[in-house]
């Protein structure tokens, strides 16, 4: 896997993407646009976008409630993608999805998922399909350290193991679930370690830094790919903002907050470039100037797209409902 | 002694309060309870005042179901707070397979007193996942007991009936009423289960409802006033115990009847109901008895979809036509 | 070229290996199949012809779900087998909030071809937790189809109907008719869902059933018959997409209606079917729509209990004397 | 825990007492007096016998649908249970539950599973409850290895290990899930290892050493009552019936069956305690009458108990149910 400077280049600009989207969609949620409530990712940059890097279009990614970056990185429409937190037609879901429930099935971005861990027997459905297709691709479920303690996490990570599926499973560990720390709701100290409990490698990772993750997530891609099966990464990180946009975080402490605040995955991959002399203060200036005025462009199609009929309410439940009523 | 006005939240807050200081055996268990008090506000003041006995889990709603089973088989009387209904459907096994069939597999060896604590319904834009009412399944269900209050009296006195029951009760209230607030009594009451409340007479047609589909039918009402057609508004407050007397007495006089529930039509509560109105009570009924209810889909993200599938007042109004027409 | 006689069991193989050959997407996955070839040997001939399509899983039903679920997100046609029935209560989130959703959600982006199958229905002595019937669960639960055949030639159109449909469908099978047998024709055919089967013609009261309910329907018939009633006997077959054509024709001809399944009664599909009838069909019938289903209780092991508890032919007489007595 | 004489003598007594209760319900599945379908444990007696020498009468005990031994070896009476088999009205559940569903709430015993691994969730509620009750009791459910790869195992574990709760895990590892080989489901060879997992103690015991099992129970046992939270045990063993009464068994072969039936848990300890000299022949021959004639008097009773009347389906759904009508 090169790390030429393109691609080093590449992977900053995604970061920033995604942390300028995550951004405006905070904006626009406080100002009534977004309807609902919206997770944001701020803080997990490093993580969406180092996997993402090592995935062709046609291999499957699942995700969970806070899957933004992660459909960003995946290479998602932004203009799409902002319709559709604006519930609007031209949406990649025509507006009956919204951030919780968003796909792109056209770059193998199986969805979002409103339920936690949901994601994860459906990835496992992926891998053994692919497996039974007999392509090279892979399968990848984002989930959280919540998400963890939920049963199907188990039964996806055994199944995908006995079968030696090409399914990857990156937990992101941000240290929260909701209100509930971490260390409260697992009594060991890394989630990695519960895959030697299902013979498959597991490893912790630094995930604030994009290029430990993207080796990480190199390796394991590449095991999937040869035919090895599963693999279970953490990536430790941390979410910088709250649960939802709105919520009170009574639950930790400002110096917390702020220490994380320290560690800011684009911030630190901003001075490794700097220091390595590809990045310049005017590229970056640049590079985010570039990325505003594409999320510029995203935010007036989502602005300018009309709200979906009520009517269109009645589309898209059935593939077939022939001879017969449903209601 | 006048009512306070109270919203669902401090209603439900105000009864659990009373109930846990009356009984030490009463705790709560679910997930994000402690901190913010639970995700409603309907839990404020327990953290502190009864520490220990609420009780915030990992995400593993399967094993939350069975653990407040384990829990009430041993001589405790939990309440397990389930989040959003739709996650229902990760305890199933244990609700409806343990929950509903231990005491009567077992002979009637053991008292099962649990509270299945569900915030459900729809119109906060949070899609097909985190909007759904769900109670029909458990009235299918042989051994659960289904509760669904509306207004903020009907809340207390409902949930310290709930909580005194002996068997597993599924109580659901809708995330949009928990701000909602109503006249509450100060002194002590439980409303038993299985007694409808007629709350408002009329001599035309009977509206039969519960939850989110009670404020329907009173706002219906009103407008029906307007052109003359006096509508009586049944709130059935539990589904299961069902009393079907009440229901009885009403038709027995309107000769008409709609059902309202927000749950979506096919296989809702309004089969159900609409079956028995016209089994049991065949040739009182001047009219078929009409069912409103959501549109048979999932709940949509977008506002104006979400608001198309959701029954309305006009609905109700629409139906109560259709009825008194004839 | 006259039918064979074939069980339930046999003409689901025989389905099975035809639309295999033709199409190699298909696959089946649940647990304890290969061995046996499915506990009740309805893969008969499947392993050995398709080695590495029938697919053992650990027991693991919530994945064995989403799993399918999955595969028929990416280009499979899973059939996934659900061992029991009263299983689904493992898989409810993955059948409920992600199958019956996901295309929907994504706003139609993707076909979800994948049949769940499932063994349902009470009478082996079996108990609670091995007996039920949940299909109305499904029935209310819009994105998915439910189909339940009753005759051997039945189950081999529907599951080839059912295998080629794009969305999910749920599908049960009696686990007591397995064995039984009836002719099945031995050309390629295909029963489209949604079409209801007239198959016995009577003029004074319709049938409605489906499954187990179906043979207590005929039973019933064959001694009304002899007491000068003719009933006419309408076998549903898909619950979801639902025939009401056929249902409102019998009755427009009967104007008497009773419906039998073997689920229990309060909130089975009976229920909606009921509600329907007395809504789209009020002035042609001359009688309460009677509901014939279990009584409301977990079904109890010890056989006279069980037995009790079932509906019966009688039950079925009963309710026909109920309305024809009018 | 002292093992002297008479405690020893006992834990055979008790092993051969569960076998021949075994024996005698699969002649009578056989007859056709026992409706439905039976589970028989012959052959893991050790574990059943082993881990309930460890427990008082007042802890609590779940099991699955294979759970006749663990049952005897908690102290249930014989003719109850029987009758319970045969559906009569004088069993533990009045024939309401049959052997998947047989429950002795007097004892502690919450009951028998038909659902797979159905048990686990409802232990942890019961060792929350022991918890907050600050009882020193302590809740231990049996479960098999094919229940290892369901969800609630999972949650349950994680659970009572944060929690620290008084519960016991054991696994009966008998080799398979119905038609299912263990090393099929399970890509690492000991179950025991996933206690590493959720932060607690995993030990694999050798589950046909009846003594062996009451070592390793005892500390767990112990460990779970001085609120040291609970313990993984996997007790190595193998079931030496079929997985139903009438099992056609085609997933094993005769070898393998055979060369387990020489490590019969039975024999075994009959052969250690011969040794030690506390087991004569003509001891055996008196324990193995005594416990017949229990069981002859427990079959009488069972076949002199009525059958329920049919409408006894009626009583014990609910405890109450006032004020409305539930049909
Ligand atoms: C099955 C289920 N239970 C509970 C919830 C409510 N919920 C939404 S997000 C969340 C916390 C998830 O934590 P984690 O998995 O760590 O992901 P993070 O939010 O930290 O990204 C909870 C409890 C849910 N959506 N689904
Ligand atoms: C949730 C669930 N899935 C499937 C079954 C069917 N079933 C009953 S026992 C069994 C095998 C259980 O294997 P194991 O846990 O190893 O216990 P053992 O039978 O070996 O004692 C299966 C698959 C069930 N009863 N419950
Ligand atoms: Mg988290
Ligand atoms: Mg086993």
Redesign the interface.
């Known amino acids: 896997m090169p790390d030429d400077k393109k691609t080093l280049l590449e992977l900053y600009r995604k970061m920033v993407a995604v942390r300028q989207f995550e951004t405006m969609a905070g904006e626009h949620f406080a100002a009534g646009e977004i309807p609902g409530f919206i997770h944001l990712s701020i803080g997990q940059e490093a993580s969406s976008v180092g996997v993402c890097s090592c995935l062709r279009k046609d291999d499957y990614v699942v995700t969970t409630h806070r899957g933004h970056g992660h459909m960003i990185a995946k290479g998602a429409d932004l203009k799409r993608m902002t319709a559709e937190l604006f519930g609007k037609r031209d949406g990649y879901c025509k507006g009956k999805g919204g951030s919780m429930h968003i796909a792109d099935f056209s770059i193998g971005f199986l969805g979002a998922n409103g339920v936690v861990a949901g994601g994860l027997p459906i990835i496992t459905g992926a891998g053994l399909s692919i497996k039974l297709r007999k392509t090279d691709q892979v399968a990848l479920a984002f989930f959280g350290d919540g998400a963890c303690n939920r049963g199907p996490v188990h039964e996806a990570m055994n199944m995908a193991a006995i079968w030696k599926l090409p399914v990857i499973f990156v937990v992101e560990n941000n240290q929260y679930a909701s209100t509930t720390p971490m260390e409260y709701s697992c009594a060991i100290g890394d989630l990695c370690t519960r895959a030697a409990g299902y013979g498959m490698p597991g490893e912790k990772v630094d995930g604030n830094d994009v290029l430990a993750v993207r080796k990480a997530a190199a390796t394991a891609v590449e095991r999937a790919r040869a035919g090895e099966g599963p693999t279970l990464l953490e990536n430790a990180t941390y979410r910088m903002k709250g649960h939802f946009e709105g919520d009170p975080q009574k639950y930790r402490k400002t110096e917390e907050v702020e220490s994380w605040g320290e560690k800011d995955p684009v911030e630190r991959f901003a001075r490794v470039l700097t220091k390595k002399k590809i990045l310049t203060k005017k590229l970056a200036a640049s590079i985010l100037k570039e990325v505003h005025s594409e999320l510029d462009e995203a935010l007036a199609f989502a602005q300018d797209s009309p709200f979906p009929a009520p009517e269109d309410a009645m589309n898209d439940l059935y593939s077939t409902m022939e001879g017969g009523s449903h209601a | 002694m006048p009512d306070r006005i109270l919203s669902s939240s401090a209603a439900l807050a105000e009864a659990l309060h009373e109930e846990m200081e009356r009984d030490e055996t009463i705790?709560i268990?679910g997930?994000?309870l402690?901190?913010?008090a639970g995700i409603f506000g309907q839990f404020k003041g327990i953290p502190e005042k009864f520490p220990?006995?609420i009780?915030?889990?990992?995400?593993?709603?399967?094993?939350?179901?069975?653990?407040?089973?384990?829990?009430?088989?041993?001589?405790?009387r939990?309440l397990v707070d389930f989040h959003f209904s739709?996650?229902?459907?990760?305890g199933?096994?244990?609700l409806?397979?343990?929950a509903?069939?231990?005491?009567?597999?077992?002979?009637?060896?053991?008292?099962?007193p649990m509270v299945v604590w569900c915030p459900d319904g729809a119109g906060?834009?949070?899609?097909?996942?985190?909007s759904q009412s769900?109670e029909?399944?458990f009235?299918?269900?042989?051994?659960l007991?289904v509760v669904i209050p509306s207004e903020p009296a009907d809340v207390k006195g409902l949930i310290k009936a709930a909580i005194r029951?002996?068997?597993p009760v599924m109580f659901f209230q809708h995330k949009k009423l928990f701000a909602k607030e109503g006249p509450v009594p100060e002194e002590e009451y439980v409303i038993?289960?299985?007694?409808a409340a007629v709350k408002r007479e009329g001599k035309d047609v009977s509206l039969l409802c519960y939850g989110s589909g009670y404020y329907l039918c009173v706002e219906a009402a009103e407008k029906l006033a307007g052109d003359g057609i006096e509508a009586e508004v049944v709130d059935l407050r539990?589904l299961?115990?069902?009393?079907?007397d009440t229901v009885a007495v009403s038709i027995q006089k309107t000769h008409r009847a709609v059902v309202v529930h927000e749950?979506?039509?096919?296989?809702?509560?309004?089969?159900?109901l609409?079956?028995?109105i016209?089994?049991?009570l065949?040739d009182e009924l001047d009219?078929?008895?009409?069912?409103v209810g959501a549109?048979?889909?999932?709940i949509?993200?977008?506002?104006?979809?979400?608001?198309?599938?959701l029954p309305n007042v006009s609905d109700v109004l629409k139906a109560v036509h259709a009825v008194t027409y004839r």
Chains 1, 4 share one sequence.
């Open positions: 705790f268990v997930e994000d402690v901190a913010h220990g006995r009780i915030d889990t990992p995400i593993s709603e399967t094993c939350i179901a069975g653990c407040g089973l384990g829990a009430a088989m041993t001589g405790m939990p739709d996650f229902v459907t990760c199933m096994d244990e409806c397979n343990q509903a069939k231990i005491r009567y597999m077992f002979g009637g060896q053991v008292k099962l906060l834009r949070a899609a097909a996942q985190h769900l029909s399944w009235v299918h269900m042989p051994g007991k029951d002996d068997d038993p289960l299985g007694q539990t299961k115990p069902l009393d079907m749950a979506c039509r096919t296989g809702g509560f309004g089969s159900e609409a079956a028995r016209q089994d049991e065949f009219a078929p008895v009409k069912r549109k048979d889909f999932p949509p993200f977008s506002p104006p979809m979400e608001d198309f599938v």
